[in-house]
């Protein structure tokens, strides 16, 4: 414990920072719990303090067992971590009492609901939809521990042991976090390390090789024993850095690599895939290789059994070594990704893992290190907090999408109970993506993060009952409350758009008009007082906008009282609370609301509004298959509809692109119901963004002429 208390004294600072002195009066597990949970859910994020809060079942009872409830976002199928404390003053490890503890833990997963004795902040916590427990959602049996084993040996066999003690359901596992495993997460992220510096590993033969290539790649035959060693050494500085992503535990995967490791050593070699490193430079020895700078890119899962697995008998497996040929640090980087990227697309890896390494993310990456902003891109990647030291400066790309779903395109309820479908949906992906925001928007919408989670930790403070649905609204709403900030934004800047609203019909329409990329500048004017006025604007935007949306909904339904499910769906934002916002804003913004939003909006440049107006016609994004006229019967229209799909059919195949990138289908159906006839016609349907019109339009044009005139 001793080694991690400055890490412990650094946490309380940051929690003094948010407003939580409850750190002050917590014992040394529920410390303990904080700064695991702190490092390895929340990849040290300080704006995410209050999640940690909820997440820990403080004045924890040991009879109950489970100290914390956590989703790891970093898994295949957000598998929930139960954690439990266990502090040990003796030198060796109570390894029956752990068991039991496991079991208990079991066992009040699947029967708490029913069980008397359960208290009730434990009940109230696995009882949040997030943290549902269900027969084929993994979960994972943390038992978190101040216990150091003296030795890699000591340490593996107690994990051998445990994973004799099978549990009770097929989708749980057991899992025991040492002290030092905490402090080497903490130093990946406090200090990472992009590589290791250099390694000696041994091989069957100076001369059983075979290079390729000019740099002189090559493939060998590695010693298990001395991967083993490699990995115990330097298995969180460094040695997986660039792969796509870290180790992902697969039961069946890491069952099978095991049996072979310790039943068929001698087949090991037929049996695995080997492994594939990326260096600098190696040096071949007598029947060792002399390896520098380099990382293990595919084969991580291999590797971490190897290392953590018993073996009498050493074995030998494939070792691709790929020279990096590049001298350029920007060539040198890319080929590192795309060897990694290529080399992976076997495995069963997310979506936001096969985007890793694709232009757009990688020259994102950089666009936002350049603005002081820390993006992570890949699963496992690790900020260096010293380099990164606010709230703000911490993101990852899904994240970012999150925050542009909400303001900039108007879908607060994807924005929260959709995140896996911003990497994962080609469409959405390109929606947010495939185009460039400038480092002054995306900074001041991870500011909005940082800053709301603080009021809300202030709101709960503060809560004297009077406003019975104000917690649950704030700490379920920071994406409707996002969404607020960018209607109020779009209408700050584009004065046209009350106009425009008021004379839409259809909701889509109306919202169509304000869920376009339509700023791209600063939206917050940062002064001393910044934190009291963007405070300031989210009491507003909850006032004004949000709470009478939900009152309003709660005139329909007044026994309605799920804030989770409310916040979780485009419609009720669209249907309770931008519509509120469309009544107070039918002739613009107040003179009384100017006064309270000029002292936090920016004023934009007239080189910025410029800039806004531009955006609107190089990027459209269609919402809604109305229009205001059609100009064709239903059966013409139907007819273009149909040649218009038969086009779009030809082009994509021919150019190898996705069929919305030539035309979206709401697209589609504005184009056949309207059917424009010149190219000037066409444009004032803004169905068609800047690339689409001038690749497509004539084209377009053709089709409709040809069906009208026939």
Not at 168 to 176: A, E, G, K, M, R
Request: hydrophobic share 35%; proline share 2%.
């Amino acid at each position: 414990m001793s080694n991690l208390t400055k890490y412990i004294n650094n946490l309380k600072t940051e929690f003094d920072k948010a407003s939580f002195d409850i750190l002050k009066n917590c014992s040394d597990e529920e410390t303990l719990l904080c700064l695991f949970a702190y490092y390895h859910y929340f990849n040290a994020d300080n704006s995410c303090i209050l999640d940690i809060v909820q997440g820990n079942i403080f004045k924890w009872d040991a009879m109950d067992r489970i100290a914390g409830v956590y989703v790891d976002q970093e898994s295949d199928f957000n598998d929930l971590d139960v954690l439990a404390i266990k502090f040990t003053e003796n030198a060796d490890f109570d390894f029956p009492a752990i068991l039991k503890v496991f079991k208990d833990i079991e066992s009040i997963l699947f029967n708490f609901k029913d069980d008397i004795h359960i208290r009730k902040e434990v009940k109230d916590i696995l009882s949040i939809e997030e943290n549902r427990i269900t027969s084929n959602r993994p979960i994972k049996i943390r038992i978190i521990t101040n216990f150091d084993p003296k030795t890699i040996s000591k340490k593996n066999s107690i994990l051998k042991a445990l994973s004799l003690m099978k549990p009770t359901h097929d989708n749980v596992s057991y899992d025991i976090v040492f002290g030092y495993d905490i402090e080497h997460e903490i130093l990946e992220i406090e200090e990472p390390k992009e590589y290791v510096d250099d390694a000696i590993i041994d091989i069957d033969s100076s001369v059983n090789h075979i290079t390729f290539g000019e740099e002189q790649s090559l493939i060998v035959n590695v010693s298990a024993k001395s991967l083993k060693q490699i990995y115990e050494l330097y298995y969180y500085r460094g040695l997986f850095a660039q792969n796509l992503r870290y180790y992902v535990k697969n039961a069946k995967v890491d069952t099978n690599i095991v049996e072979s490791i310790r039943t068929f050593p001698d087949n090991f070699w037929y049996y695995n895939n080997g492994i594939i490193l990326i260096c600098d430079d190696y040096l071949i020895q007598d029947n060792s290789i002399l390896i520098t700078n380099f990382s293990i890119i595919n084969g991580g899962q291999t590797t971490k059994l190897i290392g953590e697995t018993d073996f009498d008998k050493d074995f030998y497996l494939q070792c691709k070594i790929i020279k990096n040929k590049y001298s350029d640090e920007k060539d040198r980087l890319e080929f590192i990704a795309n060897v990694a990227e290529a080399s992976n697309t076997q495995k069963p890896i997310k979506d936001k893992d096969l985007i890793a390494n694709r232009p757009e993310q990688r020259l994102l990456k950089k666009q936002l290190a350049n603005a002081g902003i820390y993006c992570q891109i890949k699963r496992g990647e690790k900020i260096n907090k010293k380099l990164y030291p606010a709230a703000w400066q911490n993101t990852t790309n899904e994240e970012l999408g999150q925050f542009l779903l909400a303001f900039v395109y108007q879908k607060p309820g994807t924005a929260r109970g959709g995140k896996a479908t911003i990497c994962g949906n080609k469409e959405r992906y390109s929606l947010l993506f495939g185009k460039k925001y400038s480092s002054d928007l995306l900074g001041d919408l991870l500011k909005i993060k940082a800053y709301y989670k603080l009021w809300a930790t202030q709101v709960k403070k503060n809560d004297d009952g009077t406003d019975p649905y104000k917690v649950g609204l704030v700490n379920n709403g920071m994406f409707y409350v996002t969404s607020i900030i960018g209607v109020i934004c779009k209408i700050f800047y584009h004065t046209n758009y009350p106009s425009l609203i008021n004379c839409a019909v259809m909701t889509e329409q109306k919202m169509e008009i304000v869920s376009q990329h339509d700023i791209d500048h600063h939206i917050f004017v940062e002064d001393s007082d910044f934190k009291d006025n963007i405070f300031a604007l989210f009491e507003y935007c909850y006032t004004k906008f949000y709470r009478p949306g939900y009152e309003f909904l709660k005139t329909f339904k007044e026994k309605y009282n799920n804030y989770s499910n409310f916040t979780k769906t485009n419609s009720n934002y669209n249907t309770y609370v931008f519509r509120q916002i469309a009544f107070e804003y039918k002739n613009g913004i107040s003179e009384s609301d100017l006064i309270i939003l000029d002292r936090i909006v920016y004023s934009a440049s007239s080189e910025d509004l410029d800039r806004d107006n531009k955006l609107l016609n190089t990027y459209v994004n269609v919402v809604s298959n109305d229009i205001d006229q059609t100009n064709v019967s239903d059966e013409v229209a139907a007819v273009i509809k149909e040649e218009l799909i038969a086009f779009r059919t030809r082009t994509y195949k021919l150019n190898h692109i996705k069929a919305y990138e030539v035309f979206r289908n709401a697209s589609c159906d504005r184009i056949a119901h309207a059917a424009p006839q010149t190219l000037e016609d066409l444009k004032s349907l803004r169905c068609l963004d800047e690339a689409q019109f001038t690749l497509y339009g004539q084209s377009i044009i053709d089709i409709v002429l040809k069906i009208i005139n026939s």
